[in-house]
């Protein structure tokens, strides 16, 4: 160990890491100085989580040493961690979600009166000024389960950054923020930066890291594929790209695609439906052949329009037809029986059972398909149908009865992606469909997506990433505060990232 290594904020030295006897981490180095932003990128499954998850205290290494302000230290579990003053803000949320905002922002660490009592005043208070310093508006006197995917990330960013931190590790979490909230973020983490806080961001967004990091660490199966320093060269998104899959063909996060006309049969029509206080008067066609996405800012009542399809909620107004009889699904069940599916962003708790397998995951909900003349279930077809779309979507895995608790959150999200696509419903509604994937299964996704697309069915899809509508739909409608405001198809001059955010701002 050299001075200069231990002058860095922190030191990583061969980190090993194995789960079930199946080797994540192969002998990882891995630096941050205080004042630096320090990017690290790989597939799913690279082992990125796990690596700051021993960081953090969440796991414990097999192997490997930890330097932190230049002495050697052991991170059994959180509370060295928080001792050392590191704070990790996780992929997916972990909130107490029957508690409100402020509590959940001082849980562990409430401060008290005189009397002993807990003090919400002051609790409510500081909660509402670090609301403020992060210019996000969350009402902390709300329950947490009340709040939408992007409200809890802010919440989570909260509780760490109430806590003096030296060192910021924030794992995914632009994943749910769209464009603006993503530039926001950016600006709150330079002034950390210029505090000399030592941030760790893990991103799949190649656009984002070449933007905001100072070096960037590839990882390719449990081992540092590379590092780039922008102080040596320019980042650029190819060579991240081609670093991390260990190819050399790809140019860029999308490649290009050319897309059929859809055909004239209306798969779903809307006409004039309303939701109170959450969107008003939409109407849209969607036909078969045809991917068609939503555009939008967070809370701008997307969400809400496609659980009033799927019949999560049902909408006031206006009227809904699938192909030509109405619908208003009472509940999910009512919607897929007559041929809908909707991949929800919030995987953990509407997506996956999580102390279930992956086979069961895919296959909970056609269950009639692996089944045999005598009405059994087809065990030697459940695991082949498992394996084939492991296979198709490349889900890093040591085979179909694998928990999915125990698999990276872009692996859970391929299961998700996985279970609807084998449902093969006629409409399928996916509500950010790459949601922490890497930028491979991205493209096998999308690849699978068009796929449906051709056998006659009609999808509809939202994603904060502009980019990612404009490859692979046909049309996209603009909705702003719950109301349709413009509609840009391929071909059409504002069809680009510029005039679709151009659309989105000027409401």
């Not at 006031?316 to 007559?338: F, H, N, V, W």
């Not at 394996?387 to 698999?407: A, C, D, H, N, R």
Request: hydrophobic share 40%.
């Amino acid at each position: 160990m050299t001075n200069e290594k231990q002058n860095d904020l922190l030191c990583m030295k061969n980190i090993h890491k194995a789960f079930n006897n199946v080797p994540v981490l192969k002998g990882i180095d891995f630096e941050v100085h205080a004042g630096e932003i320090v990017t690290i990128i790989g597939s799913n499954g690279a082992g990125k989580s796990t690596l700051m998850n021993i960081v953090a205290g969440v796991h414990k290494m097999d192997e490997g040493e930890i330097f932190f302000e230049g002495k050697q230290v052991n991170i059994k579990d959180p509370n060295v961690a928080e001792r050392l003053a590191i704070g990790m803000v996780h992929q997916e949320p972990s909130l107490c979600e029957n508690m409100k905002v402020y509590e959940n922002i001082f849980l562990n660490r409430e401060p008290k009166k005189s009397n002993g009592l807990l003090d919400r005043k002051k609790m409510i208070r500081e909660s509402q000024e670090i609301m403020q310093q992060l210019g996000f508006d969350v009402d902390v006197t709300k329950t947490v389960q009340d709040l939408s995917i992007v409200s809890k990330v802010v919440v989570s960013i909260a509780k760490v950054m109430i806590m003096k931190k030296k060192l910021l590790i924030l794992d995914e979490v632009t994943a749910a923020l769209n464009q603006r909230e993503v530039e926001h973020l950016f600006e709150i983490i330079a002034e950390l930066k210029k505090s000399k806080i030592g941030i760790i961001f893990i991103s799949h967004k190649i656009r984002e890291i070449v933007q905001i990091s100072d070096r960037v660490y590839v990882l390719r199966d449990g081992k540092v594929a590379g590092i780039f320093d922008k102080q040596q060269s320019e980042l650029k998104e190819k060579d991240i790209i081609n670093l991390m899959l260990g190819e050399t063909q790809w140019k860029g996060e999308y490649s290009e695609r050319t897309l059929a006309e859809h055909s004239e049969n209306v798969l779903l029509d809307m006409n004039h439906i309303s939701k109170h206080n959450m969107f008003s008067d939409i109407s849209i066609k969607l036909y078969e052949n045809e991917i068609i996405g939503l555009a939008g800012l967070k809370g701008s009542g997307i969400t809400e329009l496609m659980y009033s399809i799927f019949g999560i909620m049902q909408y006031d107004s206006g009227t809904l037809c699938m192909e030509g009889q109405p619908l208003k699904a009472k509940c999910p069940e009512e919607a897929i029986k007559r041929g809908i599916c909707m991949i929800t962003n919030d995987r953990q708790n509407e997506g996956l059972a999580m102390n279930r397998s992956i086979q069961e995951n895919i296959l909970i909900a056609s269950l009639n398909k692996v089944k045999n003349s005598s009405g059994f279930l087809n065990k030697r077809r459940m695991k082949d149908v498992a394996k084939e779309y492991i296979g198709k979507l490349s889900v890093k895995t040591s085979g179909p009865m694998q928990q999915v608790k125990f698999l990276s959150g872009g692996n859970q999200q391929k299961v998700v992606v996985a279970k609807w696509l084998f449902r093969d419903s006629k409409i399928v509604l996916i509500d950010e469909p790459t949601r922490g994937i890497d930028i491979k299964a991205k493209n096998e996704i999308y690849d699978l997506l068009l796929e449906e697309k051709n056998q006659g069915k009609g999808l509809m899809i939202y994603s904060p990433e502009t980019r990612e509508l404009l490859n692979i739909c046909s049309r996209i409608i603009v909705i702003s505060n719950g109301k349709q405001i413009a509609e840009v198809k391929r071909g059409d001059e504002l069809f680009t990232e510029k005039g679709l955010l151009h659309i989105m701002h000027s409401y």
